[in-house]
């Protein structure tokens, strides 16, 4: 007899309300340079009515609706610094320029033509290993592949504080 698997979440994609969705995949595609993976439309000739947009391994989702915006979604990125200068340099809406947060992150904060937000950002601590070559905390092995995140345990600097 075999064993059932635990369920377990492989992800979770944001859907984003929008007003106009062609010029939401543009702004999407142009300014975040994210590439179009899916669109829908109810029949052939019909508007595209929903589009999958992703960046890497991640991914949003956007909707056609009479109630745009509304929605933040937290994007994790690896190279914020080089994310920030390819969004802005392509003219994203960057309304929160990036900076370090006393959370240990690094990050910046954008709004598509309908408000949505979306914030971009990195652990501090991921941004320092990059800057001391050799240097690596090993939990950050772990929070990387999924096994905790970093905001689950204080820092060496936390501790050391209390």
Not at 47 to 76: I, N
Not at 101 to 120: A, H, I, K, S, Y
Not at 124 to 130: A, C, S, T
């Amino acid at each position: 007899m075999s064993q059932a698997r635990s369920p377990s979440v492989s992800h979770i994609a944001p859907v984003l309300r929008v007003s106009d969705l062609g010029q939401s995949i543009a702004y999407y595609r142009d300014c975040l340079k994210f590439t179009v993976a899916f669109e829908w439309a109810d029949g052939e000739g019909e508007p595209v009515r929903y589009a999958v947009l992703e960046y890497g391994k991640s991914g949003v989702h956007l909707t056609q609706s009479d109630q745009p915006g509304g929605t933040t979604a937290y994007c994790f990125v690896d190279g914020i610094d080089a994310y920030h200068a390819i969004a802005k340099a392509a003219g994203a809406n960057i309304t929160e320029d990036i900076s370090d947060q006393p959370w240990r992150m690094r990050e910046f904060e954008t709004r598509d033509p309908d408000g949505n937000v979306l914030l971009f950002g990195e652990h501090l601590d991921r941004v320092e290993m990059r800057e001391k070559p050799g240097h690596r905390h090993l939990w950050d092995s772990f929070w990387y592949h999924g096994i905790f995140h970093p905001h689950d345990h204080e820092s060496q600097k936390d501790q050391a504080e209390n």
